[in-house]
């Protein structure tokens, strides 16, 4: 199983706020054309999933919300906006848990994270955006956009910053993946000790999206990094395979 000698990160900066209704994939290849370079065969395009959602009209206003009773208690309980604890509750399909003014939900597309991905930072106030309705949708279309304004072969991902049960602080994680495995499996390869692994399996996009907010932050307004030097990547699966069941998830 091969491995890159080498990976470089390039941000793409230059690139205008984006609205409901922009085209993602014109705006990144005008900033990196601007910027005087191009994306490359095998290239890996990590893109923040707050752009996509504004483009794809995600974006609730706060104003238009009439929280229920719940939402209304348990705000009014944790000092908290009634209205977004509302769209925070409408985004799940269940409630891991409600504790210490934090929800923890599962949404809709299986995903386990803090306030079903609504999110008020980066974006107008009164206004909170919400996860793309299909991640990995999403990161094919931009795939096949990318790579015809390119004329290569090109990998997408939608990211996101989520927290971990176990760890302190964010990282970037994949939540939409076209072009490329999400998963490295070693299982059946030996290791340098000539021991055969049987449970090591890398989440090889979460590591690309983890590895791009280094260059994207949170502040910078930078929301695409382009990844290169990665080899003998496949082009199948999707950021679903990401999602660990409910019945091998030790932290539900």
């Not at 997408?156 to 499996?185: C, H, K, M, Q, Y």
């Not at 090889?204 to 307004?221: H, I, N, P, Y």
């Not at 660990?244 to 030790?250: F, G, S």
Request: charge should be neutral.
């Amino acid at each position: 199983m091969s491995s890159p000698s080498e990976i470089r990160i390039f941000p793409v900066s230059g690139m205008p706020e984006v609205k409901a209704g922009d085209d993602v994939a014109r705006i990144i290849t005008e900033a990196i054309r601007k910027q005087g370079w191009n994306i490359q065969e095998g290239d890996v395009a990590v893109v923040a999933q707050k752009i996509v959602s504004k483009a794809e009209g995600r974006i609730v206003s706060l104003a238009e919300v009439k929280p229920s009773v719940r939402a209304s208690e348990w705000a009014a309980t944790h000092q908290k906006d009634a209205r977004l604890i509302e769209v925070v509750l409408r985004e799940a399909a269940s409630i891991v848990k409600m504790e210490r003014g934090l929800i923890v939900t599962r949404t809709r597309h299986g995903f386990v994270c803090a306030n079903s991905g609504v999110d008020c930072s980066n974006t107008s106030a009164g206004t909170a955006t919400l996860l793309p309705e299909d991640p990995d949708a999403s990161a094919r279309t931009l795939r096949q956009r990318l790579g015809t304004e390119f004329g290569v072969n090109v990998a997408v991902i939608i990211s996101d910053s989520f927290g971990r049960p176990w760890r302190e602080g964010l990282t970037n994680v994949a939540l939409g993946v076209a072009g490329i495995s999400p998963l490295l499996d070693y299982r059946g390869v030996r290791d340098g000790s000539g021991n055969m692994l049987q449970m090591t399996v890398m989440a090889r996009a979460d590591e690309l999206a983890s590895a791009a907010e280094l260059v994207m932050g949170k502040t910078e307004q930078i929301p695409v990094a382009v990844i290169r030097g990665l080899s003998g990547q496949s082009t199948s699966g999707s950021g679903r395979d990401l999602i660990r069941p409910a019945d091998k998830d030790l932290f539900r």
